[in-house]
């Protein structure tokens, strides 16, 4: 008895304040880790809920990608001439709900990641800022006090973009119409730039679960652009590409990866760190299913809206 008295209670109360939530604008701030399936999670999340998507590292890849390609070298001492770079530069993050890819040992039965293209000064360069060089500099490009205030004001402005539709999703009176939410992912999404997120998420998993997912990911990119090659092309790779023998080992990535912890963690500027009110969910024995499933239904509470998922 007490417990379907609790559960009317709950009804009840969502349906006083569903009107107040549905009005607003709606955040999910996700935070976590290097490889902690932030990227994947906020877009299967998105496509879930009907939300906008802001892959916030891609921005600090585009950075990373700019400094190599100018040779800068005066990261973490100013990055004047970086800045600059970023501040004439535009970042466009084209989310396609329609278009889906495989992600090794990330997608299960029902659901799928949407793709994303990320364009810098419109090209495409999706593929280039996941290579393991940029890997191996974008936290100390993103260490780099100035360059987070110039890709500050990049993150907000495409939030602010993808906030600017509504989304029509069926609530407890019928279909209702939510003003658009949006969902980034990043490092300090809660922490710094959306800090009154409506929910703040802090994805976590092991070194080496991480390490084995970046693994994956290196060799489905490889695959994908080797899928795309001409049959008749030169089999030999290009003076800037690498071949399967030249990837990082799993346990050397599952380095790489704790020394980006501890660089995240101890920054300076904006740290890797649990936002206060964020649900931590560590997802190293998580399918990917669950961990969506279940920050969707947390989104959807928040809402005053149906769980769908409770069967997971």
């Known amino acids: 008895m007490q417990c379907l008295r609790a559960t009317l209670c709950r009804r009840a109360t969502r349906r006083l304040f569903a009107h107040k939530l549905l009005v607003r604008d709606f955040t999910i701030a996700i935070d976590g880790p290097a490889a902690s399936g932030k990227s994947s999670t906020a877009r299967a999340l998105a496509l879930e809920l009907g939300f906008g998507y802001i892959d916030s590292g891609s921005i600090y890849r585009c950075a990373t990608l700019l400094a190599l390609r100018h040779n800068i070298t005066d990261i973490g001492t100013g990055a004047t001439d970086l800045i600059e770079l970023i501040n004439k530069s535009s970042v466009d993050i084209k989310f396609q709900p329609s278009t889906t890819r495989s992600a090794p040992n990330l997608i299960t039965g029902r659901l799928s990641v949407p793709d994303v293209r990320i364009l810098l000064n419109g090209e495409d360069v999706s593929e280039e800022i996941r290579k393991p060089e940029v890997n191996r500099l974008v936290a100390k490009v993103a260490s780099d006090g100035g360059v987070r205030t110039a890709v500050l004001g990049i993150q907000r402005a495409l939030a602010k973009a993808a906030e600017t539709r509504s989304t029509d999703v069926e609530g407890k009176e019928g279909v209702v119409s939510v003003p658009g939410g949006v969902v980034m992912d990043g490092r300090d999404i809660g922490t710094t730039i959306f800090p009154n997120a409506e ?66 963690i101890n920054r300076q500027h904006s740290p890797l760190r649990i936002a206060k009110d964020a649900v931590v969910i560590d997802n190293t024995t998580m399918t990917f299913e669950q961990q969506v499933y279940n920050i969707a239904d947390l989104a959807r509470d928040r809402m005053g809206l149906e769980r769908k998922h409770d069967d997971l």
């Open 199 to 264: 929910l703040k998420i802090y994805l976590d998993a092991s070194a080496m679960a991480r390490a084995i997912r970046r693994w994956d990911e290196m060799n489905s990119s490889l695959k994908q652009a080797r899928d795309k090659t001409p049959a008749d092309a030169d089999s030999a790779p290009a003076a800037n590409e690498r071949t399967p023998a030249e990837y990082p080992s799993v346990e050397d990535i599952a380095r790489e990866l704790e020394e980006r912890d501890y660089a995240d």
